[in-house]
């Protein structure tokens, strides 16, 4: 099983921007689509963006324009540039398979200040 590990978050204010990184430990090629999802405090967790393998892509209304997923199958790795940031994207990201998730990572978790 492809295990992930997610990297980038941290803290930045309001109209600023981050970068996520999720490297897989095998490869990401056989698996169609990945997603970013986000967990904020007392929230469910929620699919924020996907990409297929062939680079088609998806994004929840509350972060299109200012999210950008992407991967690189060759490096086994999926980004998400995130940009204009809002108090309200404060949350844990977290990467995995849409239509059959695997076992979680740890996240990183992302805070906006106001």
């Known amino acids: 099983q492809v295990q992930l590990v997610e990297s980038g978050g941290g803290l930045v204010q309001a109209g600023g921007s981050l970068r996520l990184s999720c490297a897989a430990s095998?490869?990401?090629?056989?698996?169609?689509?990945m997603g970013w999802y986000r967990q904020a405090p007392g929230k469910q967790r929620e699919l924020v963006a996907h990409?297929?393998?062939?680079?088609?892509?998806n994004y929840a209304a509350s972060v299109k324009g200012r999210f950008t997923i992407s991967r690189d199958n060759a490096k086994n790795t999926v980004y998400l540039q995130m940009n204009s940031l809002k108090p309200e994207d404060t949350a844990v990201y977290y990467c995995?398979?849409?239509?059959?998730?695997?076992?979680w990572g740890q996240g990183t978790q992302v805070t906006v200040s106001s």
């Open positions: 995995n398979a849409v239509v059959y998730p695997g076992s």
């Open positions: 990409i297929s393998r062939s680079g088609s892509t």
């Open positions: 095998g490869s990401i090629f056989s698996i169609n689509v």
